[in-house]
């Protein structure tokens, strides 16, 4: 038909004529043109090139249509006494009638000025419409599902009255889709996972760092909680638009400290985790994409200092974010920040990081002790790191210093015993795991590890990985006490508990950390096996695909 685009590239290799390699988020066009600009010394807020994505939508106006003169008056989308620039009387932007002002993404000089090529109309545009898309798809989904095929007629009536209208409200469309995903029975699974995620909606319509991350994550969350493919590459697209409005905001020299920044920074290391997305390959899952993220988190939050997290919120984002740190520094060999004293003591002044308000006072004790665990946690990666710098060296033949063996071996026996003591009490407050017969056809062992709540069962998990790398390198270090018949008895313990904490929607984030460290106990059979379980989930949540792991019988079997 003619006029109409049969182009599959971005809008800009559209408009230019030229030939798109079609990368996501943004084409590989579009990214040489402003470096190009870039090193031609052209900062100029106007001229910067960024892709404007794939997405040609059709353009929803609220408000009743009217005839446009050919001289652009009354352009406001039926605005009263709207000028040639869709001004109203009091100079105000009325946002072209299809979403928010475009003075509200600017008003915080993170954009110097409203771009003149309606770039940042068009980026609004994009939220607004992946906003209703989610929630409208979401509910013709379910309406599908209750009305059943036999009642087209009253299903079609029902389903024109539940789709939303566009809102020129962002915090209203960003919630909607979040009580959608509630909807989806998996709010229980993310409070727990992120307890500070219910209180987000809050901070919604003034920051468009916060604004474009949230959408994108929980658009993303919903789609894979719906098996709606159409949902994640919405969120894919807002994850291109999340980063633009992130890095202007790190580069501002006030908002970089805003706490809006930094919850938009860790909402985009949990997009990383679930999508797992991989440069110029969109379909590839690239299982450590969110330790750049968790890196870089990880900067802000020591750059920001220890006294900024006297506010409640605050406070919730670095406690609930801590596993993400801890986690990327373990496995980037480095020591952990959260381990220092300064830190301990910010973080041990703080209160649970769960919301114990509608808790009985057993599971306030118990959530006492969960935090308890992760300030010691936090100080396994520097033990960890000297350790596998000693198995390096042993194994090359290297010289050794005897004085940093005394000092890692006294470090470790010492955290090992402060573990120990962490157990007893929290076992006195928690129910211990009851062994039962294995349901799961499919597992390599007789009987399961069963547990009153999937997360007890992640924090045990987690505890046995943790004295899994303690007692090894001990074993390293040739420390009196053999560990050997402990690891394995730990490692057995691991695996077993899959079959009850690796379901659910948070399930593989649960047994991530702890799998990892026993896969290197396991001999090749049960590396296969454990292969085989994760990559069921690895389209769900990218951080624990096998593809990370090495492969099956590549690596012997420690305290063998």
Request: net charge positive; proline share 6%.
């Amino acid at each position: 038909m003619v006029g109409v685009p049969r182009s599959a590239g971005c809008l800009a290799c559209v408009k230019r004529r030229v030939k798109c390699d079609q990368a996501r988020p943004g084409c590989g066009n579009c990214a040489r043109l402003a470096r190009s600009r870039s090193k031609q010394g052209n900062d100029d807020t106007d001229t910067i090139i960024t892709c404007p994505g794939y997405d040609r939508g059709f353009k929803f106006v609220a408000g009743k249509h009217q005839v446009r003169s050919r001289g652009g008056a009354g352009r406001g989308g039926g605005g009263g006494g709207g000028g040639r620039d869709g001004r109203d009387g009091d100079g105000e932007s009325d946002g072209d009638g299809d979403g928010w002002p475009v003075e509200t993404l600017s008003n915080l000089e993170l954009i110097p000025r409203p771009p003149r090529s309606g770039q940042g109309r068009s980026q609004v545009r994009d939220l607004n419409r992946a906003g209703n898309r989610a929630v409208g798809e979401l509910q013709l989904r379910r309406a599908s599902q209750e009305q059943g095929q036999g009642q087209g007629q009253h299903q079609g009536q029902n389903i024109l009255q539940m789709c939303p209208t566009p809102t020129p409200n962002r915090a209203q469309l960003i919630g909607n889709t979040i009580q959608a995903l509630y909807g989806a029975q998996q709010g229980g699974e993310i409070m727990l996972f992120a307890p500070w995620f219910n209180s987000v909606p809050q901070k919604l319509g003034n920051k468009p760092s916060l604004d474009y991350a949230m959408a994108a994550f929980t658009i993303h969350l919903l789609g894979k909680a719906e098996g709606s493919a159409h949902l994640i590459a919405e969120s894919l697209s807002l994850y291109g638009q999340s980063l633009a409005a992130l890095q202007r905001a790190l580069k501002h020299p006030v908002e970089w400290k805003a706490p809006e920044t930094l919850c938009a920074t860790m909402l985009l290391t949990f997009y990383e985790a679930f999508a797992g997305t991989s440069d110029g390959n969109e379909r590839a899952v690239n299982p450590s994409s969110w330790m750049k993220h968790a890196k870089g988190v990880s900067m802000l939050i020591q750059q920001r200092g220890v006294d900024a997290y006297r506010d409640p919120w605050d406070r919730s984002m670095l406690l609930s974010f801590r596993t993400f740190i801890i986690m990327h520094c373990m496995f980037s060999d480095e020591d952990c920040f959260l381990a220092k004293k300064k830190w301990q003591n910010v973080i041990a002044a703080m209160q649970p990081a769960q919301d114990t308000s509608a808790m009985s006072a057993t599971a306030v004790i118990a959530a006492t002790h969960v935090d308890a665990y992760f300030n010691h946690l936090a100080k396994v990666p520097g033990l960890l790191h000297h350790g596998m710098a000693l198995r390096e060296a042993t194994a090359r033949g290297l010289p050794i210093d005897t004085s940093r063996i005394v000092l890692l071996v006294k470090s470790t026996a010492q955290l090992h015993s402060e573990l120990g003591a962490w157990l007893d009490g929290f076992m006195k407050f928690t129910p211990s795991p009851v062994e039962r017969p294995s349901r799961d056809p499919d597992s390599i062992f007789d009987s399961a590890l069963h547990y009153e709540s999937p997360w007890y069962g992640a924090v045990y998990m987690s505890y046995w990985a943790t004295m899994l790398i303690l007692q090894e390198i001990l074993n390293l270090c040739h420390y009196p006490v053999s560990y050997a018949a402990s690891n394995r008895q730990l490692a057995d313990n691991i695996f077993r508990s899959i079959e009850t904490v690796h379901p659910g929607y948070m399930g593989p984030y649960r047994v991530g950390y702890p799998v990892r460290i026993a896969y290197e106990f396991a001999d090749v059979s049960t590396q296969v096996w454990l292969a085989a379980v994760l990559a069921k989930t690895e389209k769900h949540y990218a951080a624990t695909s096998p593809t990370g792991y090495p492969e099956p019988g590549t690596t012997s079997p420690m305290s063998a």
